[in-house]
């Protein structure tokens, strides 16, 4: 088992342009995350997916988007990329919502 | 905020030596869960005590839960240079109607060798 894959590793981005981050997990569970950790935040929520087709705002959604076509795929989307989406993002699964989640190796963002 | 929060934020140790690690919330919850973050790495999961639970160990973890202090500890017993880490408490807490779990800001192991 792979677990849970991100794609691409890292990215570096010109203010305005956009791009979309992959996850994929093969673990059959429900419920997908997308999280950022900037330096002295922590981990904060941006979206989540409670199952195929569904979608859900987090903490900080704004200037992303997601979609949740297939149960294995959790895709974010920056429509028009900012400086203050620099950071890393972890894309993470779990079988039940607050239980043990499984977390992507990260995407290092940067935006200039 | 309802995230926890640990303390220390950075804590530097020898090897062999026992560390631990506390978390302090705010809010009522159901469960705590404690994460490891290697550097440049994702978060793995280490361990999950239930709010009925006062005590759980894992290997050369132990985790304590007092819930009339909303607190945790995090102990990790004679210790590795291969437990430098970030560690990272998470909580869970209805937001909006379904349950999210919340992350602290994590802190920082380093032990030397």
């Known amino acids: 088992n792979a677990g849970v894959t991100q794609t691409p590793k890292f990215r570096v981005l010109k203010t305005g342009q956009s791009m979309t981050l992959l996850c994929a997990q093969d673990?059959?569970?429900?419920?997908m995350y997308w999280y950022r950790q900037d330096p002295g935040m922590g981990l904060r929520l941006i979206h989540y997916s409670v199952g195929e087709g569904t979608t859900a705002k987090g903490e900080v959604p704004d200037g992303y988007n997601v979609s949740r076509l297939k149960k294995q795929n959790f895709l974010l989307g920056l429509e028009s990329a900012a400086p203050s989406q620099t950071s890393v993002y972890f894309c993470a699964s779990s079988t039940v919502p607050v239980y043990e989640q499984y977390f992507g190796p990260g995407t290092r963002l940067t935006v200039t | 905020s309802q995230q926890g929060e640990e303390d220390p934020q950075a804590l530097s140790i020898q090897e062999g030596e026992n560390a631990t690690m506390n978390c302090s919330y705010k809010t009522s919850i159901n469960n705590l869960q404690w994460y490891r973050q290697n550097s440049g790495r994702g978060l793995v999961h280490l361990i999950l005590i239930r709010s009925n639970e006062r005590e759980k160990h894992s290997g050369r973890l132990r985790v304590t839960l007092d819930t009339s202090k909303k607190s945790s500890s995090l102990l990790i017993t004679a210790s590795r240079a291969a437990d430098t880490a970030s560690y990272f408490c998470a909580t869970e807490h209805i937001q909006g109607g379904s349950e999210k779990l919340v992350f602290g800001k994590g802190m920082k192991l380093t032990v030397n060798p």
């Open positions: 673990m059959n569970h429900e419920y």
